[in-house]
């Protein structure tokens, strides 16, 4: 029986019976599962039984086998179904658990299974597995299993086995396990069941591989004996280079061999006799004679390219999980690529002896995945792959001098199908003749595996380019220097040589940026100024060889002008570009020069708070743009107004300060921005850029910016698409006077301030102070500024300055602003103390705490942290309150908190002021440890707090703060602090608490305040505060309230330990959880000592409510 389906059907000629609905013969003439669900399929079909047998089969599966993903080829069976009981023997390739999957032979009898043969461990354990099998039975029952896990006839031994337990049974058929993802990846082809197919051809020659001068590789037509393979007599090559010196059988191969020549070969037709060799049957080749050519050539650029690599494999579709990059030679020639290197930005591997053909492909990978790919062509395998970034890199191929031949600087915008950058497709050259079209010539592949590794690419075409290249624009740099821009790559070594005529001048040096599309030309003299000047080009190829006309293009040299602050600004900037959108995976900045002047950037600096780069000559022309980035990735970007520089400020994702400087180091544009500044929750995730929104409102921060709307992801060297008018009306507020020593004061602006106006010393004013003798202006914002005195500052006395007319970056006047300050101290214990905090915030909110200065004296918080403790009270986070020094006024308060704005945005903050902005510590919701204490960990003030100090009554606590009552009680006393009112909006910061309450004195044993209280929340009465003063200390006491039938409601004290004199209070909670009832209430108290002395007293007090 033999059947390779060249008929097109399985029906006839033979007749295949089982689940014929789930098979067909496909396109290629191959039998090929066809199912939907998960399933077992089985064929068959009958088979002459022979004393002496063979089968032959080639299957193909595009998955890697398991316990649900595997097939049998039955070779003898006793029924046409093979999926249940059956008496024969079959091959199953896979369907273990693990990567060991092997080809192995069973007898099957009924439903029990005996292995005879166990074959090389994950020979199918690949994700794409062709395999041809071959079997044999002698007379005596001896089975003999080879395979070809390439799918060709160079079978290798997996073992031998006997049985001969059943022999004339009559079907061989396909069994088929399959999951419903896989139904139809399973592929049978070249079926034969029959006699002994008995070899009597001798081997030939196929073909000679010239490796080097002094090797080739000899490729047989089938497998060879080895002993005389291995015979260096039976070689002979004449023109004088006779028999090699050694011969060696190809590492992995059968039916190959590599021989060494004493004798370097010359550039010649020579022709290889080769005799007495014999394949595995003994059928012996005489006298062939097979001529081959060695030229010997220098490898030129983009004689072979990269036509296909894998950075991001997953997850799979068809492909291996493995990274691969595929070679193409483009070139007429046979080239040896060993010594060869394939490397990215950080790692370099080197290929050994492998020959690559004119127009055809070799993958190169790791060598332990070349076992993977081997299915799919022939594979180059090197040490270790580079490993290629998902998201951008950089992948260059260079001959053994070091020679780049090409190289490929690719980012996820080449998939150009954006569905399938996430992984699982490779990305292709589309035509090894367009090489100028650069990333435009390469995309996601469409073919359904997720790639053509060792193949012709999914969009493979060979249109020669025909189109010459043109001059796309020519500008001036600086007084000496023009930048030519084509309007494609263009053949370097032509570039450097092409000819570049400008009457007048003569050619210093020329200079090719590394997008290869643009020629810089330094001359010797400087240009005459502000004339019209006609530079002529011609000579240059581009990168396919076209050669372009002769153009003519004019320019113009303008003398450049001073700059002054903002004539260039920060416009735009890609901070985060991974994932990108399309706009390459590469931070950049632009720069627009907003006046009407031509404005040289030579020995300009661009910085953050962590690097500088200088800026080379560039002349930045009136209303234009300039794209800068790192030199790396400036080949990244298509524009010809975009420069590579060195020490580029890493952008941080969530926010920086970037400033501009000109060569004087004058501050000509400083923008700050956070992660806000972006506006969208989305966006701010990576691949947009922020963009300048009003470029007449310059140091408007993140109110001007927006990350951009344009569909790339960003406008480099256009202009932004969110531009808008969006101008600053706000004036400039004072926020902070600060005295940093006994004669210098500090003054804290709201935003940036233009620097000139800040040195008019008439606008600053004081009430008891003479005109500062020096000001000190603290660039590149200038919204510090030092005032120095003649006189020093007088303890305990209350100094005021104010400033007036000032003007921030846009233009706004400041307009007495008045600032308040003494000469402060550090604070001491009892000095400052927790009056509010807020732990649990609402949606968008922050956590806060408000402190207060208990003292008359001015306090000084530089030297205070804030703080969290765990449970064992060791304190966890801590931060400074304010390093640089804050002044806090006798009995005012200040609120610390990580967010102002969004705390604004939620209460009342009357004194915007005394809000202070830095990193705090983590508060949990439930409960925790709030520390003021100072960096010597003496601590000040610790309130351990718990979300059940809470008004009980209290429907939802998000958002709610604990104030404390009356800030001259304990801390720790829990009846001390309560929930702030509903009318306060549930917080006071930076003003006195809803729930204040000042303890009062007494003369009485016992007494409360108000006589009347309403425990309703709304700040008004909401406590009921007891005054105790015994007659000495060491007294317990008890409290207890009835009401006005007698029945106790709440026992407030239970053997307290009081002083001689205090306070405490009551809520209005009963011991039932209820608010009292409005009504007379009775409380009772009474005090003991361990000398027996007793003190009672007891009165009424008043339960109130509102009336509607």
């Known amino acids: 029986m033999s059947d390779n389906f060249a008929d097109g059907n399985f029906s006839i000629n033979p007749t295949w019976i089982g689940d014929d609905s789930l098979f067909q013969v496909n396109t290629s003439l191959q039998l090929q599962s066809k199912g939907s669900s998960a399933k077992d399929i089985s064929l068959a079909t009958a088979v002459v039984v022979e004393t002496e047998m063979e089968w032959q089969c080639c299957m193909r599966f595009n998955l890697s086998p398991s316990t649900s993903n595997f097939c049998r080829y039955y070779l003898l069976s006793d029924v046409p179904n093979c999926k249940g009981n059956v008496n024969g023997y079959y091959v199953q390739l896979g369907g273990v658990t693990g990567n060991t999957d092997s080809i192995t032979l069973y007898k099957q009898k009924g439903n029990s299974r005996t ?294 600087n690719y980012d996820l915008s080449w998939y150009v199908d954006l569905s399938k950058r996430d992984g699982g497709y490779s990305i292709e050259m589309n035509n090894p003749n367009q090489l100028c079209l650069g990333k435009l010539n390469f995309a996601a592949s469409d073919d359904g595996s997720g790639g053509t590794p060792g193949r012709q690419n999914s969009r493979w075409n060979i249109y020669p380019d025909t189109s010459l290249p043109d001059v796309l624009g020519v500008f001036t740099l600086d007084a000496q220097a023009i930048a030519i821009v084509f309007t494609e790559q263009m053949d370097s070594f032509s570039l450097v040589n092409a000819s570049v005529l400008l009457p007048g001048y003569t050619i210093l040096n020329k200079t090719i940026h590394p997008t290869k599309d643009t020629l810089v030309i330094r001359f010797s003299s400087m240009f005459a100024a502000n004339q019209m000047l006609s530079v002529s080009v011609s000579m240059a190829r581009d990168c396919s060889g076209n050669r372009m006309n002769v153009v003519t293009k004019t320019f113009q040299y303008f003398v450049p002008q001073p700059a002054h602050q903002f004539d260039v600004l920060i416009n735009e900037w890609l901070a985060d570009p991974d994932p990108p959108v399309i706009l390459p995976n590469a931070e950049f900045i632009e720069l627009h020069n907003t006046s009407n002047k031509f404005i040289s950037l030579k020995g300009w600096t661009l910085s953050d708070a962590n690097s500088t780069a200088k800026l080379p000559a560039y002349i930045l022309q009136p209303d234009s743009f300039l794209v800068i980035t790192t030199v790396a990735n400036a080949g990244k970007f298509t524009l010809p107004n975009c420069i590579g520089v060195s020490g580029f400020p890493s952008l941080g994702n969530d926010g920086d300060a970037l400033t501009l400087a000109d060569d004087f180091g004058r501050v000509i544009h400083y923008v700050e921005f956070t992660s806000n500044a972006y506006k969208d929750n989305v966006k701010k995730n990576g691949g947009w850029s922020l963009e300048l929104v009003d470029a007449q409102n310059p140091c408007g921060g993140d109110y001007n910016l927006m990350a951009s709307i344009h569909p790339h992801g960003g406008t480099p060297g256009y202009v932004n698409s969110s531009r808008k008018i969006n101008r600053d009306k706000v004036a400039p507020l004072l926020i902070k006077t600060y005295p940093i020593s006994n004669n210098r004061l500090q003054l804290i602006f709201s935003e940036q301030m233009d620097s000139t106006s800040l040195l008019n010393i008439k606008y600053y004013a004081s009430n008891s102070l003479a005109s500062p003798s020096q000001i000190r202006l603290f660039g590149p914002d200038y919204r510090k500024v030092e005032l120095m005195y003649t006189d020093s500052f007088i303890s305990n006395y209350v100094y005021r300055i104010l400033v007036d007319s000032f003007v921030d970056c846009a233009r706004n006047r400041i307009v007495n602003n008045i600032g308040d300050f003494g000469l402060p101290v550090l604070p001491d214990s009892g000095d400052i103390a927790i009056n509010e905090i807020l732990f649990d915030p609402k949606v968008g909110g922050t956590d806060y705490v408000e402190i207060i200065n208990r003292t008359d004296k001015f306090l000084d918080l530089k030297n205070v942290w804030i703080a969290n403790a765990d449970d064992q009270n060791q304190i966890k986070e801590y931060y400074a309150i304010d390093s640089t020094g804050w002044l806090l006024f006798p009995n005012t308060y200040a609120v610390i908190t990580d967010d102002a704005n969004a705390l604004k945005m939620q209460y009342f903050t009357p004194n915007t002021k005394q809000l202070i902005q830095t990193k705090m510590p983590t508060y949990s919701n439930d409960e925790g440890r709030c520390v003021l204490l100072n960096k010597d960990g003496k601590r000040f003030d610790q309130f351990d707090y718990t979300d059940r100090m809470h008004y009980p009554l209290l429907d939802n606590k998000d958002g709610v703060c604990l104030e404390r009552i009356d800030f001259n009680r304990p801390t720790d006393d829990a009846s001390n602090w309560t929930s702030a009112s509903s009318t306060s909006g549930y917080g006071t910061p930076t003003y006195q608490n809803s729930q204040y309450a000042k303890a009062f004195n007494t003369n009485n044993i016992i007494s409360i305040h108000p006589a009347v209280f309403s425990p309703d929340g709304d700040g008004y009465n909401d406590h009921l505060t007891f005054s105790y003063s015994l007659p000495s200390s060491a007294y317990t006491a008890n409290l207890y309230i009835f009401n006005a039938a007698g029945v106790l409601v709440k026992q407030l004290l239970l053997n307290e330990i009081l002083g001689t004199s205090g306070v405490f209070g009551w809520d209005g909670i009963t011991d039932k959880g209820e608010k009292a009832a409005m009504g007379i209430y009775l409380y009772y108290f009474e005090a003991f000592n361990l000398k027996g002395d007793v003190i009672k007293a007891k009165s009424t007090l008043v339960v109130g409510a509102k009336l509607d």
Do not use: C
């Open 115 to 408: 292995r005879i043969i166990a074959g090389r461990a994950s020979t199918v354990s690949k994700n794409n597995n062709t395999v041809r099998l071959k079997i044999l039975r002698n007379t005596l029952g001896n089975w003999q299993l080879f395979s070809d896990t390439t799918g060709g006839h160079n079978f290798i031994l997996e073992g031998t086995g006997k049985d001969t337990e059943f022999w004339n049974v009559g079907f061989t058929g396909i069994f088929v396990r399959y999951t419903a993802s896989n139904a139809q990846n399973y592929f049978v082809d070249d079926v034969y069941a029959g006699p002994k197919i008995v070899d009597v051809t001798p081997p030939r020659v196929d073909s000679v591989v010239v490796i080097s001068a002094t090797q080739l590789k000899i490729v047989f037509s089938e497998a060879v004996e080895q002993n005389s393979a291995l015979t260096a007599k039976h070689y002979t090559i004449n023109n004088g280079i006779g028999i090699p010196v050694s011969v060696d059988i190809e590492t992995g191969k059968n039916n190959s061999t590599i021989i060494e020549l004493n004798d370097a070969l010359s550039n010649q037709t020579y022709e290889l006799i080769v005799s007495g060799i014999a394949d595995l049957n003994g059928n012996t080749l005489n006298n062939q004679r097979f001529p081959f050519s060695y030229n010997m050539f220098v490898p030129q650029e983009n004689d072979i390219v990269i036509s296909e690599f894998f950075p991001d494999p997953t997850p799979a579709i068809g492909l291996p999980e493995k990274e691969f990059v595929e070679l193409y030679n483009r070139s007429n020639k046979i080239i040896n690529l060993n010594g060869w290197t394939i490397s990215d930005g950080s790692t370099t591997a080197v290929l050994g002896n492998y020959v690559l053909a004119p127009d055809s492909f070799v993958m190169v990978s790791s060598a332990a995945n070349v076992p993977d790919f081997a299915p799919f062509g022939a594979v180059a395998r090197v040490i270790s792959l580079p490993s290629l970034n998902n998201a951008a890199d950089q992948i260059i191929l260079k001959d053994p001098t070091g020679k780049i031949i090409h190289q490929v």
